[in-house]
C-alpha cells in the first residue's frame, strides 16, 4: 500500500463564531483544501488553538472534519499533554474514529529526559493501533527529541513521521538520512530545504492561504523542476513570513477572514493580528493573485 505520509498538510484552524466553535465553516474549510489538492489535514494541533478546546469540543471538530473530507483526504489528530496518563486516554478515545493517526508533540514544560520521552511515546503507541507522527518543537516543549531517541522509535512501525520544528538544520539532515521516518517540515520558511534534502512535505499553517501554490512548490520539488521550485517559492516566502511576524494563528485567521471562510476570532490568550500586520497582508495576498499553477 502507498504512504500517505507526503506532500503538504494543512494544520486547520478552528473556526469560532460568537465563541462557539463554528463546525460549518471548519467544514467548509476543510472542503476547500481537499479541493485544492491538499494531501492531509491535522485537527486540534497548535495552530487549531486545541489547548482552548474542552473535550467535547475537540471530539465534535473531529467528527465535523471527516464528515466534510470522507475518504477523499487522510486526518490526523493532535493530541499531547505533560502526563502521560492524561495522552494515553485521549489516544484510546480518538482511536475510536476513522482517522489516519495522531499528531504527537513531546510533553510540554515537564522537560523529561531521553528516557522519559521513548517511555512516553511507547505508552500512547501501546494503547492505539493508529499510526503516530511525532512532533518535535523544543521552543514551545522545552525538549527536543534527539536522534538516538527516534531511530529507536522508528524501531516500532506504529511511528511512521516526524514534524520536525527543531530548527537545527544538522539535526533535520540526521532525521532524513538517518531514520526510516517520513520527516515532514513544520518550519515554513524551511519548506524548499527541507524538500530538496529529502524530506517527504510539511505540515504548514502557511498552506491555509494559496493551498494550491504550497502542493505546487511540493511537486516541483518531487519532479524535479528545482528552477521552478525556487522561483515559486520566492513568490510564497512574503506571504510565509507574515503569516508567522505575530503568533500564530492570529495571522492565518485574518487571511481567512479577509477571503470570507471564517470570523476573525480566537480564544484567549491568542489574540487577532494587528491592524499594521492585517494591512501587510492584504498588500501580499493581492500580489500572490496573479500567481498561477
Known amino acids: 500500500m502507498k504512504s500517505i505520509m507526503h506532500g503538504i498538510w494543512v494544520p486547520l484552524v478552528t473556526p469560532f463564531r460568537q465563541g462557539q466553535v463554528d463546525l460549518d465553516a471548519a467544514q467548509r474549510l476543510a472542503a476547500h483544501f481537499v479541493a485544492k489538492g491538499i494531501h492531509g489535514l491535522v485537527v486540534c494541533g497548535t495552530t487549531g488553538e486545541a489547548c482552548a478546546l474542552d473535550d467535547g469540543e475537540q471530539t465534535a471538530l473531529l467528527d465535523a472534519v471527516l464528515a466534510a473530507v470522507g475518504n477523499d483526504c487522510p486526518v490526523l489528530m493532535g493530541i499531547g499533554g505533560s502526563d502521560t496518563r492524561s495522552v494515553v486516554a485521549q489516544a484510546r478515545r480518538y482511536s475510536e474514529h476513522d482517522i489516519a493517526g495522531f499528531l504527537l508533540p513531546a510533553p510540554a514544560y515537564v522537560r523529561p529526559s531521553q528516557e522519559g520521552l521513548l517511555y512516553h511515546f511507547e505508552a500512547v503507541a501501546q494503547n492505539t493501533g493508529h499510526d503516530i507522527v511525532l512532533y518535535n518543537i523544543p521552543y514551545r516543549?522545552?525538549?527536543?527529541?534527539?536522534?538516538?531517541?527516534?531511530?529507536?522509535?522508528?524501531?516500532?512501525?506504529?511511528?511512521?513521521a516526524i514534524k520536525e520544528c527543531g530548527?537545527?538544520?544538522?539535526?533535520?539532515?540526521?532525521?532524513i538520512n538517518e531514520t526510516p521516518l517520513a520527516v515532514f517540515g513544520g518550519e515554513d520558511a524551511l519548506i524548499l530545504p527541507n524538500l530538496c534534502l529529502g524530506g517527504r512535505g510539511a505540515i504548514a499553517a502557511a498552506a491555509h492561504i494559496r493551498p494550491d501554490l504550497f502542493v505546487a512548490l511540493y511537486e516541483r520539488v518531487r519532479d524535479g523542476n528545482s528552477a521552478e521550485a525556487r522561483a515559486l517559492f520566492q513568490r510564497l516566502l512574503p506571504l510565509i513570513r507574515v503569516l508567522f511576524s505575530e503568533p500564530n494563528p492570529g495571522p492565518v485567521k485574518a487571511a481567512l477572514a479577509r477571503e470570507g471562510r471564517i470570523k476573525d476570532e480566537l480564544r484567549l490568550p491568542m489574540t487577532s493580528a494587528s491592524v499594521a500586520c492585517k494591512y501587510r497582508i492584504a498588500e501580499i495576498m493581492e500580489n500572490l493573485e496573479e500567481v498561477l499553477v
Do not use: K, R
Not at 141 to 160: K, R, S, Y
Not at 167 to 175: A, K, R, S, T
Open 167 to 175: 530548527g537545527n538544520m544538522n539535526q533535520l539532515i540526521d532525521f
Open 141 to 160: 516543549t522545552g525538549v527536543n527529541i534527539e536522534l538516538a531517541t527516534l531511530q529507536e522509535l522508528a524501531c516500532n512501525p506504529q511511528f511512521v
